[in-house]
Structures are given as structure tokens and as C-alpha cells.
């Protein structure tokens, strides 16, 4: 069995500044990880995954996370976020090679950008 | 389809009735999920289709839920005698077959049950 822990239900932080979404799974097999940023009105959008190879990894929009295995995390961090950053994010764990491609959620973060 | 389309968007139905949500999922995608959504609440896995066969339908909460894919394509979520408690974003996904390669969704149809 899987699952995700997503420790912060909301995080307030003001334009410009960093944040760190912190996202834990646990897992039997190796995993697949994903963050997913959901806006309001709007359907789930993959920001960024990790599947195998180089431990970190970056989305398009400045965001990067890193596959810990040791700590079993992938939290999610940007240098300097911006008012349109503001939405929920989702944090997603699937197996890799012989586990389950069925993803299992985390109930997300609501990250708040204040200006 | 360029992305997963979801039909109705909003659909809202009296308790006891039937309703079906429509997906039409990413031309060649074979693996389809449909999840639901509650408010403030992650996304909950319901069932998934690897082609035309439900490979995974331990989500699904009762027997009146209920999904088809027929042709390996478009799906349809069924829900017999609605209650107030099924009210949620119920969300559909697809993938190219393993999820390697992210899983994409559609907007989702808001269901309301009055």
C-alpha cells in the first residue's frame, strides 16, 4: 500500500519571498512522484515529476523538488514565488516497476501569496 | 482530443436520482482514472480502466457506483439513487499505459445533490 502525507493544510507567505511544500510518502516498491498544482475552478495540472535518474527536478515555472529516499519526501520549493503561484498543490505517489500505476493523493497544501 | 474532456461541468440532481459523467480521454491514452473529489480533500481514487476492462475498482464506494468503458475509449461514471454525500468534483485521468508519463486530467464535473 501507499500513501502521501502532506503535513501543511495552508501556507501564507508574502510575493517574493521562498516557500517549501513539504510532501512524505511511504511506499512498499519504488515510486514514482509527482506534484500537481490545481487553481481555482480548474482541474488537476502536473508541475513536475520524478520517475527515475537525477533526484531533482524542476518544472518550467521555477518550482524544483527532490526525491529523498532516505527520508522518503519530495517536498516542493521555489526561491521567490509570485501572486499567481497562489493555488492548491497536490503532492502524488504511484509505484514504479512492479508496484501500482494507480496514483494515491495527498489532500493537498494551499499555498497563499500575499503582496 | 488535444486534452481529457469531462461532460457536464456542473451537474446538480435530486436525492434518488440516476446521473452519468461522461470522459473522453487523450486519443491513444489506454489507462483511465476516475477519482473524486471532495471539498478541502485530496483527490480519491474510484476506479481504473486498462482499456476496456476495469483493472482496479476497489475505490469505488457501494454498488451504486458503478463504471463502463465499453470501447476502450470514452467512460462513463454511473451513480444509481444519489445521496447528499456523493456531492464532490468528480475527476477523470488518463495515462499512456504504466503512468511513466504523468497522468492528465480533466476539469472535472461538479456533481450537487439536493
Known amino acids: 500500500a501507499q500513501s502521501v502525507t502532506q503535513l501543511d493544510s495552508q501556507v501564507p507567505v508574502f510575493e517574493e519571498a521562498p516557500v517549501e511544500l513539504r510532501c512524505n510518502y511511504s511506499s512498499s516498491v519504488s515510486v514514482y512522484l509527482f506534484w500537481y498544482v490545481q487553481y481555482p475552478n480548474q482541474g488537476l495540472q502536473l508541475l513536475l515529476k520524478y520517475l527515475s535518474g537525477s533526484t531533482l527536478v524542476e518544472s518550467i515555472n521555477g518550482f524544483e523538488a527532490e526525491f529523498n529516499k532516505s527520508q522518503t519526501s519530495f517536498h516542493l520549493r521555489k526561491p521567490s514565488v509570485h501572486i499567481s503561484d497562489t493555488a492548491e498543490y497536490f503532492c502524488?505517489?504511484?509505484?514504479?516497476?512492479?508496484?501500482?500505476?494507480?496514483?494515491?493523493f495527498g489532500r493537498g497544501t494551499s499555498l497563499i501569496v500575499h503582496p | 482530443g488535444a486534452g481529457v474532456s469531462q461532460t457536464p461541468s456542473n451537474k446538480v440532481t435530486e436525492k434518488g436520482k440516476y446521473v452519468e459523467l461522461r470522459c473522453d480521454p487523450i486519443?491513444?491514452?489506454?489507462?483511465l482514472y476516475w477519482y473524486r473529489q471532495s471539498l478541502g480533500q485530496g483527490p480519491e481514487f474510484l476506479i481504473y480502466f486498462q482499456g476496456t476492462g476495469a483493472a482496479d475498482d476497489s475505490g469505488l464506494p457501494n454498488d451504486r457506483f458503478f463504471a463502463v468503458r465499453p470501447e476502450g475509449s470514452v467512460s462513463t461514471l454511473k451513480i444509481q439513487r444519489t445521496e447528499r454525500g456523493d456531492s464532490a468534483v468528480y475527476l477523470c485521468a488518463s495515462s499512456l499505459s504504466g503512468g511513466n508519463y504523468g497522468y492528465t486530467f480533466g476539469s472535472g464535473t461538479r456533481l450537487t445533490v439536493v
Open positions: 486519443s491513444g491514452h489506454t489507462a
Open positions: 502524488a505517489v504511484s509505484g514504479g516497476s512492479g508496484g501500482s500505476y494507480i496514483p494515491t
